[in-house]
């Protein structure tokens, strides 16, 4: 089994934020769930793929959840 892992570099690249953002994410419990490994932080894949399923909206009053709206 291969787990893929990103960084914080190249998770602010795929959201398009900066780096110091998921750093205050993290202080605030905010984003998704993460590693940190000897001092590197590192985010899995697939709870990257979670936490935007999640976030996902259909519109500013609702939520949508997978498979149709909440």
Known sequence: MSVKHLNQRQLAERW???EATLERWRSAGIG???LKLQGRVLY???DIEEYEAR???SSTSSRVMA???A
């Open 16 to 18: 398009n934020v900066a």
């Open 67 to 69: 498979g149709g709206v």
């Open 32 to 34: 998704p769930v993460y």
């Open 44 to 46: 899995r894949v697939e």
């Open 55 to 57: 976030s996902l909206h």
